[in-house]
């Protein structure tokens, strides 16, 4: 009896999956002359814009609690990426006329990098082709098979956060060692 199965490797098919929808929207991004990397950057800054709110303090006066936009170390953060590439991208964003900077009305020291109206527009359409293209991708299977699979793969990344989400068991055991070292 053989210890190796004969049906693929869930995470095998898992990575040509993603590597044939990556493939795909690396192409869909090509005419725009974006990378999948810029537009990531491009709807952290365009969602960003959706949690403004508009707030009247005791005195009358409105007040913005969560200003349109985002700093450049919440753009690194969001992309999980270094300051400094968060700079670029916004750079490279900036000069196709994506994004603008502003100075953030609580801080003038500090910038807030906001969508134009070209980069909703953008969004908007890049958004409606992708959705489009997870369909022609997804058809193969009805209604009520790619609503088990979406439950199936939220299963397994429910139970398996990203590792910047936990603490990692190696980390935790370290500072176990490092507290009983010290106690001794």
Not at 56 to 78: K, Q
């Amino acid at each position: 009896m053989s210890d190796v199965s004969p049906l693929p490797e869930l995470a095998d098919q898992l990575h040509a999956i993603n590597h044939r929808l990556r493939r795909r929207w690396t192409a869909e991004l090509a005419p725009y002359d974006l990378s999948p990397h810029q537009f990531r950057a491009l709807v952290a800054v365009v969602r960003s814009g959706r949690h403004a709110v508009d707030v009247v303090d005791a005195a009358g006066h409105d007040r913005d609690t969560h200003p349109e936009g985002m700093r450049l170390n919440e753009v690194a953060e969001r992309l999980r990426i270094a300051p400094r590439s968060a700079t670029e991208v916004v750079d490279l964003l900036e000069a196709k006329g994506l994004v603008q900077r502003g100075t953030d009305p609580r801080d003038r020291r500090a910038t807030r990098v906001t969508a134009t109206e070209k980069g909703h527009e953008l969004y908007v359409e890049v958004r409606g082709q992708r959705q489009q293209q997870a369909e022609e991708f997804f058809a193969v299977l009805d209604d009520s098979e790619r609503a088990e699979l979406s439950r199936l793969l939220s299963v397994v990344l429910d139970a398996n956060p990203r590792p910047d989400q936990c603490v990692s068991v190696a980390s935790s055991a370290s500072a176990r060692s490092s507290a009983s070292a010290a106690g001794a």
